[in-house]
Every structure is written in C-alpha cells, then in structure tokens.
C-alpha cells in the first residue's frame, strides 16, 4: 500500500488543496478532496479511503471531531494538517486518535513522508509484532526481550524495555506523553510525565549512539515522542 493508496484530503482552503492533491497524485496516490467535516464522513460512509488527511478548522464540524467519529469504527490513518500549532491542539487531535500532526506552513516532502510512513504502518498490521525486527543497526527480539545494537548487546531494564517495544511498535507515530504514561505505568501516572522523562533519558543513552542527536527516539516538543524508523 504506498502509491496506489486512496488519501481524502478534507480542508476548506483552496490554496491546500491545489497545493496538496496534485503533489500527491504526483506521487502515485489517488486523491479525493472535500472541505468540510460532514462531506467528510459522507466520503468515508461511501468508500473508506487509505488514509485522510484531515485539517482542524472546518467550518461545520472541527477536524477532532471528525476524527472522534472516524475512530468509532475505523482505524485508518490519520494526518492532521493544520495552521494550529500550539502545544494543547497536537495533544488534542493525537489523543482523539490521529496518528501524525503536520503544522502549516508545512514543507511538502515531509507531508509525503510522513504519509508514507503511516502507510507502510498500515501495510505491516496492527498486530503487535513477535520475534525479531531490525531497523539500521538496532534489533529488537520482543520475545526474549533482547536487544542488539549492532553485535552489541544492551542491557535494558523492563521498564526500559517496555518504552522501546511500545514506540517501535509504533514506529513513524507519535505517541502523546499521556498515552505512554498511561501504557507503561497504568492510568494513575498520567500526571507524573517526570517517570517519562528519567526513563527516557536512560534509554537514549544505550540506544542512541549520541543520546544528544538521537536517531531512534524523537522528541515531539512538549507533546510526545516518536520512534523514527
């Protein structure tokens, strides 16, 4: 699934959509465009595409909306693409269940690669991945819960295991704070982002060849992080 994918691109502006639909159908990707929430659903009710790219601004319903309901019953791919760039919106729509948050004015590489990335999340299966996976020199077994970087074994402890496992499984989504504190430590720690930010600190160390230019595990300022694959 990557260029004969089927993308809605739901926004209102004019100006997106001659930029954005014939960018993607350059790629390959088959583009269908609508500018509101409820033309939107419609769309979807009628044919579930691959993947939408969704703005917040609507001028019925707001884009976390849409992505509220798609959520009911759909699991597909969500990229929110709006001039909404604060911290409280990105939290916002990922919680609500988009995958990936591009800011406008946006460069159109990284929407494509972006869009990429969730396609290819799609294509490998939701099913949480057993035996081993290997991404550039790092190797992950989760059955054994092992870990080689290189020939070099990494010693982690669970709980550092239990970070990598979760954003590899996720591997190109961002993961808000809130839903990592949520999986790793339960519901009552979702206000203590501290835990996260120790253990994630840990894990960069032995993972990362420069825990300071870090190649895995991105930073999503103040909203998250994402294991870049």
Same mark, same amino acid.
């Given at each position: 699934?990557?260029?004969?994918?089927?993308?809605?691109?739901?926004?209102?502006?004019?100006?997106?959509?001659?930029?954005?639909?014939?960018?993607?159908?350059?790629?390959?990707?088959?583009?269908?465009?609508?500018?509101?929430?409820?033309?939107?659903?419609?769309?979807?009710?009628?044919?579930? *595409?691959?993947?939408?790219? @969704?703005?917040?601004? %609507?001028?019925?319903?707001? #884009?976390?909306?849409?992505?509220? !309901?798609?959520? =009911?019953?759909s699991p597909v791919p969500i990229i929110v693409l709006s001039a909404r760039g604060a911290e409280l919106d990105k939290v916002d729509a990922l919680?609500?269940?988009?995958?990936?948050?591009?800011?406008?004015?946006?460069?159109?590489?990284?929407?494509?690669?972006?869009?990429?990335?969730?396609?290819?999340?799609?294509?490998?299966?939701?099913?949480?991945?057993?035996?081993?996976?290997?991404?550039?020199?790092?190797?992950?077994?989760?059955?054994?819960?092992?870990?080689?970087?290189?020939?070099?074994?990494?010693?982690?402890? *669970?709980?550092?295991?239990? @970070?990598?496992?979760? %954003?590899?499984?996720?591997? #190109?989504?961002?993961?808000?704070? !809130?839903?990592? =504190?949520?999986?790793?430590?339960?519901?009552?720690?979702?206000?203590?982002?501290?835990?996260?930010?120790?253990?994630?600190?840990?894990?960069?160390?032995?993972?990362e060849a420069d825990p300071s230019r870090p190649r895995f595990l991105l930073n999503e300022p103040w909203v998250g992080y994402r294991f870049n694959?």
């Amino acid at each position: 699934m990557t260029t004969s994918a089927r993308i809605l691109l739901v926004d209102d502006e004019v100006s997106i959509q001659r930029a954005v639909a014939p960018l993607l159908r350059s790629r390959g990707y088959e583009v269908e465009t609508v500018a509101s929430g409820q033309a939107a659903l419609t769309a979807i009710d009628a044919r579930m *595409p691959d993947l939408i790219v @969704l703005d917040l601004g %609507l001028p019925d319903l707001e #884009g976390v909306e849409v992505c509220r !309901r798609v959520r =009911l019953h759909s699991p597909v791919p969500i990229i929110v693409l709006s001039a909404r760039g604060a911290e409280l919106d990105k939290v916002d729509a990922l919680e609500t269940g988009a995958d990936d948050y591009v800011t406008k004015p946006f460069g159109p590489d990284e929407l494509v690669a972006r869009i990429r990335v969730a396609l290819r999340r799609v294509a490998a299966g939701d099913d949480p991945p057993g035996g081993r996976v290997r991404i550039g020199d790092l190797e992950i077994d989760y059955d054994r819960h092992h870990v080689l970087r290189g020939d070099e074994e990494i010693h982690l402890t *669970p709980k550092e295991f239990d @970070l990598l496992a979760l %954003l590899a499984r996720n591997a #190109g989504r961002v993961l808000t704070h !809130r839903a990592i =504190l949520k999986a790793i430590w339960g519901p009552n720690a979702v206000s203590q982002p501290e835990h996260l930010w120790v253990l994630m600190a840990q894990l960069r160390k032995k993972i990362e060849a420069d825990p300071s230019r870090p190649r895995f595990l991105l930073n999503e300022p103040w909203v998250g992080y994402r294991f870049n694959s």
